[in-house]
């Protein structure tokens, strides 16, 4: 889920009351831009807590299955292999980190970043991505720009032929 309008509170554990008046404080308020859940993206995930709307709210909801399938099924090979490559090292970080990772929040962008970059190193196709997510992107924004450079691909007007294009 993405955030795109309105403020929304996220609670972490489900022993918190549901019946709790979203106007109160608590929980971690989230800002517009601020996206949810991506665990479920790149491996089976539980959620970990709650969300509760504090004004009207709208969201963008990426389906995890539709996902799944349309990356299978739409990626070049190179980009196809980037994911893969991205959903293990993900896992991976998840599985590994000391305790469990125990919210479906996720804030850390250099960590995010990291996991980008090794990836592209750790993938087997020889086109390299750099990741550089500056203050004024978020790191979706970054991975989903260096993604559709891979899937770009444009018909050239020498002789009719199709190449891939580098942005």
Same mark, same amino acid.
């Given at each position: 889920?993405?955030?795109?309008?309105?403020?929304v509170n996220y609670f972490l554990g489900h022993?918190?009351?549901?019946? #709790?008046?979203? =106007?109160?404080?608590?929980?971690?308020?989230?800002?517009?831009?601020?996206? &949810?859940?991506?665990?479920?993206?790149?491996?089976?995930?539980?959620?970990?807590?709650?969300?509760? @709307?504090?004004?009207?709210?709208?969201?963008?909801?990426?389906? @995890?299955?539709?996902?799944?399938?349309?990356?299978?099924?739409?990626?070049?090979?190179?980009?196809?292999?980037?994911?893969?490559?991205? @959903?293990?090292?993900?896992?991976?970080?998840?599985?590994?980190?000391?305790?469990?990772? =125990?919210?479906d929040l996720w804030n850390d962008l250099r960590?995010?970043?990291?996991?980008? #970059?090794?990836?592209?190193?750790?993938?087997?196709?020889?086109?390299?991505?750099?990741?550089?997510?500056?203050?004024?992107?978020?790191?979706?924004? @970054? &991975?989903?720009?260096?993604?559709?450079?891979?899937?770009?691909? =444009?018909?050239?007007?020498?002789?009719?032929?199709?190449?891939?294009?580098?942005?």
């Amino acid at each position: 889920y993405i955030v795109t309008a309105g403020v929304v509170n996220y609670f972490l554990g489900h022993n918190s009351d549901p019946d #709790q008046d979203p =106007r109160s404080t608590g929980g971690d308020i989230l800002a517009v831009g601020t996206w &949810v859940v991506e665990p479920a993206l790149w491996m089976l995930w539980t959620h970990q807590g709650r969300l509760v @709307a504090r004004t009207s709210c709208e969201f963008v909801e990426l389906n @995890a299955a539709s996902f799944r399938v349309n990356v299978m099924s739409h990626s070049s090979p190179a980009a196809l292999d980037f994911l893969m490559c991205y @959903a293990r090292c993900f896992a991976d970080h998840m599985t590994n980190r000391v305790g469990g990772w =125990r919210t479906d929040l996720w804030n850390d962008l250099r960590l995010l970043n990291s996991i980008a #970059q090794q990836s592209s190193t750790n993938s087997n196709s020889e086109q390299r991505w750099s990741f550089d997510v500056g203050e004024s992107e978020s790191l979706s924004s @970054a &991975v989903t720009r260096h993604i559709d450079r891979s899937l770009t691909i =444009r018909h050239q007007p020498t002789g009719g032929s199709i190449r891939k294009e580098s942005l």
